[in-house]
C-alpha cells in the first residue's frame, strides 16, 4: 500500500481499499473489523468541516472577507503581499487549500494588472514631460552657440549640429528602457504575490485540526492507536499548539518572499505617507470589485452566524482549564460528544434554514417559469454531492485500518524493536531529522499518503525508546504539509506555477528556504509551548498501554 500510494499507480481512494480485500483473505481482521474504520469519528469531523467550506464558498462569504480585508491593509506592493498572505491564511484554515489559492490568484492577477496599468500612464506622463524639458534645454543651448558663433566663430555648421546631437533627447529609447523595467518589476511581483498565496494556503491550514487533511489524519491514528488518549488531540488544544506555530512561519514566510521578489527595504516597502495618484485608483479598482457583491444577503448572514456558532461550540467544548458545555452536559462518564458531533450538527443547519428570509406569498419563479413557494436552504445535497471530494474518506478509512493492522499483526511491535538503538540519540535530534526526511518525501508524495505512512512507524519508533508519541507525530504531521519546492507537491503549487508563469527553479530557491523555516520553528514550537502542553517530557500511561497489549 505503501508504494501504491507513493507512486499513485492506482487512485489513492482506490488503493484505500485494499485492506477490506487483503486483510480479511490474511487473517489478519475481520472484514467488518475493518470497515468500520471508513466512518470514524474524525472522518465525520473531516465531512462536517467540508460542508462548512462549501456553504462558505457557495454564498461567496470567502470573496467578501477577502476583498475587505485587502481595503483595510493598503494597495502599496507590500502591504498588498501581506494582505494576500493574511487573507489566504485566515481562508484556508477553514476551507480547502486548493479553493483558497483559485480564489485569491484571479484577485491578486487583477490588482497588479491595475497597477502595472497606473504605472505605464504615470511613466508616459513623465516621459513626456521630460521631453518637453529637454526641448527647452536643447534651445537655449542653441542661442547660446549661435551667440558665441557670431564673437569667434571657430566652428564650422556640422560642428556646431554635432554638439547640439550630444544633448539631444531620445524618447523612443526612454520609453523602451521604463517598459523593459517596468515588465521585469512586475513580473517579479506577480511571481512573489502568486508564491505567497499557495504557501501561505498551505501554511495557514495547519493552524486547525480541519484545515487539512495531514491534521485529521493524525487524530485519527491517535485514537486509533492509542484508545485511552483521553481526547488529547481535540480542535482547542491543536489551534494553541500549531496557530501560534502558523503565525510566525507566515510572518517569516513573507519576509523571505518580500527577499526574494522586492527586495529588503522595508521601510521604503512600508512607508506610510500620503497616498499618491496610484494608490487611490488601486483602491477604488477593489472598492469597486467589493461593492460588486452589494449587500450581505440574508444567505451569508446566515452562513456566517453558522460558522460563528461552530467555532465556539468547538472551542468551548472542552477548553482544558474548565469544564466545556460537553463536559457538563453529555461527557460525565465518557467522550460521548466530540468535535465531530459539533461539525455534523451544524452541518444538517445548512440543509434546514432558508436561504432568504421567510415571508407571505411568492418567492419568484423559477428557471422554468413555475412559481416558486418556498426559498431553497443554505446547501442541497446537489451542491454537496458535486463539491465535496469523497474520495479522501476511503483515503482516510485506508490509512486508519492500516495502522490497526500494524497493531494486531505486530509490526509496530517489530518495528519498535528494531528501532530502539534511537533512544541514545537526544530527541530533538530524532524529531528535527525525522521531520527533514517527511518534509523531503512529500515534495514527491501527497500530504495524505506520506502522514499515513509515517504516523503508524513514528507511534512505534516513540513507545520503543519511551518517548512521548506526539514529541514525534505533532512535528512530522506539519512537516508533512511543508511541501514549497515542486509545483508537483501539491494543488496549490500547481495553480500557482501555472497562473504566473513560474519556472521550476523559482519555486525551489523560494520553496527549499521555507522548508527550513517551517522545520526549525516546528521544532522550536515543541520544545517550548507544546513541550508544556501535551507534556512531552513525560511518558503517558496510556502509550504505555498500547506496548502492553498482545
Not at 48 to 75: S, Y
Request: hydrophobic fraction near 50%.
Amino acid at each position: 500500500m505503501a508504494l501504491f500510494w507513493c507512486t499513485e499507480c492506482l487512485p489513492l481512494a482506490v488503493t484505500g481499499l485494499l485492506p477490506i480485500i487483503l486483510f480479511p483473505m490474511m487473517g489478519i481482521m475481520k472484514a467488518e473489523e475493518v470497515s468500520i474504520h471508513y466512518m470514524k469519528d474524525s472522518n465525520m469531523l473531516f465531512l462536517g468541516g467540508l460542508f462548512v467550506a462549501v456553504a462558505v464558498e457557495t454564498w461567496d462569504l470567502h470573496k467578501r472577507i477577502a476583498l475587505r480585508v485587502l481595503l483595510l491593509v493598503g494597495v502599496r506592493p507590500s502591504l498588498l503581499l501581506m494582505g494576500f498572505m493574511i487573507v489566504s491564511a485566515f481562508l484556508s484554515m477553514w476551507i480547502s487549500n486548493t479553493a483558497t489559492t483559485a480564489m485569491m490568484l484571479p484577485i491578486s492577477k487583477a490588482v497588479l494588472q491595475q497597477l502595472e496599468t497606473l504605472d505605464a500612464q504615470a511613466d508616459a506622463r513623465e516621459v513626456q514631460a521630460a521631453g518637453r524639458d529637454e526641448n527647452g534645454m536643447e534651445l537655449e543651448m542653441a542661442e547660446n552657440k549661435e551667440e558665441v558663433i557670431e564673437e569667434k566663430q571657430p566652428d564650422t555648421q556640422t560642428q556646431l549640429e554635432d554638439r547640439v546631437y550630444e544633448h539631444e533627447y531620445n524618447p523612443e529609447l526612454s520609453e523602451e528602457f521604463r517598459r523593459a523595467a517596468r515588465e521585469a518589476r512586475y513580473e517579479r511581483l506577480t511571481k512573489g504575490m502568486s508564491l505567497s498565496v499557495c504557501y501561505s494556503a498551505s501554511i495557514g491550514g495547519t493552524a486547525t485540526l480541519t484545515g487539512t487533511i495531514p491534521n485529521l489524519i493524525l487524530k485519527g491514528q491517535v485514537d486509533q492507536l492509542f484508545p485511552q488518549n483521553g481526547d488529547v488531540i481535540n480542535f482547542v488544544s491543536w489551534f494553541g499548539f500549531a496557530f501560534p506555530n502558523m503565525v510566525i512561519m507566515l510572518f517569516l514566510t513573507g519576509i523571505w518572499i518580500h527577499f526574494m521578489f522586492l527586495g529588503f527595504n522595508l521601510r521604503r516597502s512600508f512607508s506610510c505617507g500620503k497616498k499618491t495618484d496610484r494608490d487611490k485608483e488601486v483602491y477604488t479598482v477593489m472598492r469597486t470589485e467589493y461593492n460588486s457583491l452589494g449587500r450581505m444577503t440574508f444567505a451569508e448572514v446566515s452562513v456566517l452566524v453558522i460558522f460563528i456558532l461552530m467555532v465556539l461550540l468547538w472551542f468551548t467544548r472542552e477548553p482544558g482549564f474548565i469544564d466545556g458545555w460537553a463536559t457538563v452536559l453529555f461527557n460525565q462518564n465518557g467522550t460521548y460528544v466530540s468535535d465531530g458531533t459539533v461539525a455534523v450538527f451544524i452541518a444538517i443547519l445548512f440543509f434546514i434554514i432558508p436561504s432568504r428570509l421567510p415571508k407571505f406569498g411568492s418567492y419568484g419563479y423559477n428557471d422554468e417559469g413555475k412559481e416558486v413557494k418556498a426559498p431553497k436552504t443554505l446547501l442541497s445535497w446537489k451542491v454537496i454531492h458535486e463539491r465535496i471530494p469523497w474520495n479522501i474518506l476511503l483515503l482516510l478509512g485506508g490509512g486508519y485500518a492500516l495502522a490497526e493492522a500494524s497493531e494486531e499483526s505486530g509490526l509496530s511491535k517489530w518495528l519498535g524493536g528494531t528501532l530502539s538503538p534511537l533512544k541514545t540519540i537526544p530527541p530533538f535530534c530524532i524529531a528535527l531529522v525525522l521531520s527533514l526526511l517527511v518534509a523531503t518525501f512529500t515534495e514527491c508524495s501527497s500530504n495524505s499518503a506520506t502522514t499515513t505512512l509515517f504516523l503508524p512507524i513514528l507511534a512505534s519508533l516513540a513507545t520503543s525508546i519511551q518517548l512521548h508519541p506526539l514529541y514525534l507525530m505533532l512535528p512530522c504531521t506539519i512537516a508533512a504539509s511543508l511541501a514549497f519546492m515542486l509545483p508537483v507537491a501539491t494543488p496549490p503549487n500547481a495553480i500557482a506555477f501555472s497562473f504566473a508563469n513560474l519556472k521550476v527553479m523559482d519555486m525551489v530557491k523560494t520553496g527549499f528556504m521555507l522548508n527550513i523555516i517551517g522545520i526549525l520553528t516546528t521544532n522550536v514550537c515543541i520544545n517550548t509551548w507544546a513541550y508544556l502542553m501535551f507534556d512531552l517530557g513525560t511518558f503517558p500511561h496510556w502509550a504505555n498501554a498500547t506496548t502492553d497489549q498482545p
